[in-house]
Nanobody
Framework: QVRLVESGGGSVQAGGSLRLSCAAS????????MGWFRQAPGKERELVAR????????YYAGSVKGRFTISKDNAKNTVYLQMNSLKPEDTAVYYC???????????????????WGQGTQVTVSS
């Protein structure tokens, strides 16, 4: 049974920072890439950042580029999302997700991810 467990969400004022963590566990866990998605009320879930386990190639959505940094610790099967200069529009539930297919390791579609965490709330006040 594969589990993804997020932590690190919370409330912060605009301009502040938060660091999210996503720990993967399970004997059968094998993934090619991890993504951080977010979903704000009334909006579709969107990919924020993605990283490949091998080589560490990253991708960022334009709205967070330069403010967010995704990183990984292969030994711990953990992925992080450092979020700086937070804005009220960053308020959402943040989910980490894992894809097992090499074909989808560069995908931005939530349909191509196989495992999901439970989500963690990030609230940014102005």
């Amino acid at each position: 049974q594969v589990r993804l467990v997020e932590s690190g969400g919370g409330s912060v004022q605009a301009g502040g920072s938060l660091r999210l963590s996503c720990a993967a566990s399970g004997r059968s866990f094998s993934s090619t890439a991890m993504g951080w998605f977010r979903q704000a009320p009334g909006k579709e879930r969107e990919l924020v950042a993605r990283i490949r386990w091998s080589g560490g190639i990253t991708y960022y959505a334009g709205s967070v580029k330069g403010r967010f940094t995704i990183s990984k610790d292969n030994a711990k099967n953990t992925v992080y999302l450092q979020m700086n200069s937070l804005k009220p529009e960053d308020t959402a539930v943040y989910y980490c997700a894992a894809t097992v297919s090499p074909y989808y390791s560069g995908s931005s579609s939530q349909d191509d991810y196989d495992y999901w965490g439970q989500g963690t709330q990030v609230t940014v006040s102005s």
